[in-house]
């Protein structure tokens, strides 16, 4: 069975850091990527980065570009979102899911995590 389990959430001030951590089991992140994903109240679930599993390549949304950064460490089969300088609008339920490359950076994802509820205080 494929499970992927966020943690690392929390209630963090503007201006405040938080990593998030996906651990994977029942899948060897080989050749999937793994993306992280958010969706805020009343609003649609957004890709904000994918990074392969093959050759470490990343994929970031424009509005994260700069303070967010995902690493993987393919031993651990773990995947982490360093997430720096958060603002308000960085609240939302976070999600990482495994999926081909082309899937994730599109929104897609084949098997995902229950999520983690980051918050951001002004």
């Known amino acids: 069975e494929v499970q992927l389990v966020e943690s690392g959430g929390g209630l963090v001030q503007a201006g405040g850091s938080l990593r998030l951590s996906c651990a994977a089991s029942g899948l060897t992140f080989d050749p999937y990527a793994i993306g992280w994903f958010r969706q805020a109240p009343g609003k649609e679930r957004e890709v904000i980065s994918c990074i392969s599993s093959s050759d470490g390549s990343t994929y970031y949304v424009d509005s994260v570009k700069g303070r967010f950064t995902t690493s993987s460490d393919n031993a651990k089969n773990t995947v982490y979102l360093q997430m720096n300088s958060l603002k308000p609008e960085d609240t939302a339920v976070y999600f990482c899911?495994?999926?081909?490359?082309?899937?994730?950076?599109?929104?897609?994802?084949?098997?995902w995590g229950q999520g983690t509820q980051v918050t951001v205080s002004s």
């Open positions: 899911a495994a999926a081909r490359w082309r899937i994730c950076v599109r929104g897609g994802g084949a098997y």
